[in-house]
């Protein structure tokens, strides 16, 4: 392992030839893993990108003179001395680009600050435009001081043009009236497959395998990574919705809720007896469960739920298979006949290439 020695800050040691964009990666796990690997592929066939300058995880941040992948090797392999490492800002200057392939509140409360010193942020990680309003507020004003590009397609939809669709819609002079769908991967794949027999927490084991759920699946489960969304959506057609105006009914019993990460997976078979009792009646009526977040925003102001919902079997939320998310947005235009956008929401191909893409639009900006 090397630990990096400190670059130039920003105004020292100015250089004649333009600089170029240098790439910092926070989040060794599933999604960085995965973004690593994209950007060597496109990268041997040719696209230009900027180059890895470090490689980040909680436990270190890791000089990237080399090949990426063995300083990711190493990264991965460091020890855990159990305190979360800080990355220091100092390392980073106007115009380098900073993916953030992590989870954390810490590293998400820093996006502002990066963005007001002109360093272009792309992140997976919901929690700087998906938390605070004021966080939000903070981002939105950074970008626009810093004059730096804020590059989120990840946070929603894994990448599928839905923040995309809605900034465009409002661009264009449309109010957006209402977004409802199915925005969890995750649960998404699982609605998809529990059959009511198998235990519902075999199930989510295999989504934490696949890389479908949060590190922590109660994200999911609770319906946080769902409001997060829908914030996120929500404060992208111009409404200052809150946290704490989404009612979110949670499919996390308190027990399971209140476990230590070491008692997680034990409790996890808590889901199994609730979960079947849903599957059951839904059953009954010919129904099918699906996960739903929605956003209604009218005279009165916005009103924002998220929580699992039986659906008759042609409902237009029951198309779609695996991790598909399958989102509607009504608009001026789009009024009568929402827009439908559908397509896998969770993965860690999907949401790497979704960082990739948030990078080149960051680079070609020059
Ligand atoms: N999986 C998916 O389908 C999607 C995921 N996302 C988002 O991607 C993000 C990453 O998810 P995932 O890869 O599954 O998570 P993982 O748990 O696999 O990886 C998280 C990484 O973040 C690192 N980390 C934690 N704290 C810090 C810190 N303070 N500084 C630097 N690095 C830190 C961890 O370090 P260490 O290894 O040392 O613990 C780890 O390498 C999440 O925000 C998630 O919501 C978004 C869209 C889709
Ligand atoms: N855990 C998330 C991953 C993408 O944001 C989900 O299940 O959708």
């Not at 957006?176 to 199930?203: C, K, N, Q, T």
């Not at 739920?305 to 029951?318: E, I, T």
Request: net charge negative; charged share 25%; hydrophobic share 40%.
């Amino acid at each position: 392992m090397t630990l990096a020695a400190p670059l130039n800050e920003i105004g020292t040691a100015p250089s004649r030839a333009p600089r170029q964009p240098r790439l910092a990666l926070l989040g060794t796990g599933t999604v960085g893993r995965a973004f690593v690997a994209r950007h060597q592929r496109l990268s041997q066939r040719g696209l230009a990108l900027p180059a890895f300058e470090l490689l980040a995880n909680s436990r270190g941040v890791f000089d990237c003179a080399g090949d990426p992948e063995q300083v990711l090797q190493l990264a991965n392999d460091a020890q855990r001395n159990g305190v979360a490492h800080e990355i220091d800002a100092a390392r980073l200057r106007r115009g380098d680009i900073l993916v953030d392939a992590t989870a954390s509140d810490a590293v998400a409360a820093r996006h502002a600050e990066w963005l007001s010193r002109g360093i272009r942020v792309v992140t997976a990680n919901k929690l700087g435009n998906g938390a605070d309003l004021l966080r939000a507020q903070a981002v939105a004003r950074a970008q626009r001081e810093g004059h730096a590009h804020y590059g989120d397609s990840a946070t929603v939809g894994a990448g599928l043009p839905l923040l995309r669709s809605i900034r465009e819609l409002v661009a264009g002079g449309d109010r957006i009236h209402a977004v409802e769908g199915v925005l969890s991967g995750s649960l998404a794949w699982l609605f998809d497959r529990y059959d009511g027999m198998r235990p519902f927490s075999g199930f989510v084991r295999e989504a934490r395998e696949a890389g479908y759920t949060e590190p922590d699946p109660r994200i999911d489960l609770s319906g946080e990574d769902v409001r997060r969304k829908l914030l996120i959506l929500a404060r992208a057609a111009g409404i200052a919705l809150e946290a704490h105006e989404v009612q979110v009914d949670s499919l996390v019993p308190a027990t399971l809720a209140d476990a230590g990460d070491d008692e997680l997976d034990a409790r996890l078979p808590l889901l199994d007896a609730p979960l079947r009792e849903h599957y059951q009646q839904a059953w009954r009526d010919g129904a099918k469960l699906r996960f739903v977040g929605r956003f209604e925003a009218g005279e009165a102001g916005c009103r924002a739920s998220v929580g699992l919902r039986a659906l008759p079997a042609d409902h237009p939320l029951c198309g779609g298979s695996g991790t598909d998310n399958r989102v509607a947005i009504r608009s001026d235009r789009y009024c009568e006949q929402p827009l439908v956008v559908q397509g896998p929401g969770a993965g860690a191909e999907v949401t790497a290439a979704a960082l990739l893409d948030d990078v080149l639009r960051a680079y070609a900006g020059g």
